[in-house]
């Protein structure tokens, strides 16, 4: 199966800090990629879709690199409710097989 | 409001007592799918639906069935539950899925199912 790499933390970050992860990716035929947010004992929730050119939602950034095959996610001007698991998602590269699930990045804003 | 719904949300159970988890979407997506999310291991696929009357196995599909009769709804039926079936379930859905991409998925709100 498809192997998606996270590193799980946690980061423990202050409020107010910039904090920044990747995720790597084995299937260079994925041509869809997500970030997702999970919070404790919830469902997850998409976060932003992340395009070949990058994109910007707010205080979040996602970049992809498709030569290096990973996805990057930063966070500006942290808050305290950004508190979660980022999960890295992406197909499977046959549409039909769905989503490829990271184990997530456990991120912790302190006051 | 577009959303996912399971019943029931939480479910202890015993060795070998069929159950079915119920999931419904109103949002008229065609592709439905379920997972289970365990420590450790992350979300892992079970089973999906492309359509109505196609279903096919995912990344975990032993001990698990599915129906897909109705497009709004994707039951999940365990016949003879074991306790390595105890987990976090949640259906998903998205509004296609084409030859190579995946549309965005919506999650339900999961279910914790435990068996003794």
């Known amino acids: 199966r498809k192997e998606v790499e996270q590193d799980p933390g946690p980061f423990n970050v202050p409020e107010g800090a910039t904090v920044a992860f990747n995720c790597t990716y084995s299937n260079s035929a994925s041509q869809s990629f997500f970030w997702y947010r999970q919070d404790c004992r919830k469902e997850p929730k998409l976060l932003m879709s992340v395009y070949s050119s990058g994109n910007e939602d707010g205080r979040f950034t996602a970049q992809l690199n498709r030569a290096s095959q990973y996805i990057s996610l930063l966070i500006r001007d942290s808050k305290l409710s950004d508190s979660a698991t980022y999960l890295c998602v992406l197909d499977s590269g046959g549409g039909a097989d769905g989503l490829t699930f990271g184990k997530g990045t456990h991120l912790i804003i302190q006051p | 409001e577009a959303q996912v719904t399971q019943n029931p949300r939480y479910l202890i159970t015993v060795t070998g007592k069929k159950l079915t988890v119920t999931c419904s979407q109103n949002m008229n997506h065609e592709y439905m799918s379920w997972y289970r999310q365990d420590p450790g291991l992350g979300l892992r696929q079970i089973y999906y639906s492309m359509n109505v009357e196609v279903t096919d196995k995912g990344d975990v599909p032993e001990g698990y069935k599915v129906s897909r009769k109705e497009k709004r709804n994707f039951p999940l039926i365990l016949e003879s539950p074991s306790p390595n079936q105890t987990s976090l379930y949640f259906c998903?859905?998205?509004?296609?899925?084409?030859?190579?991409?995946?549309?965005?998925?919506?999650f339900g709100p999961g279910t914790r199912l435990l068996v003794l």
């Open positions: 998903a859905s998205s509004l296609s899925v084409g030859d190579s991409f995946q549309e965005t998925q919506y």
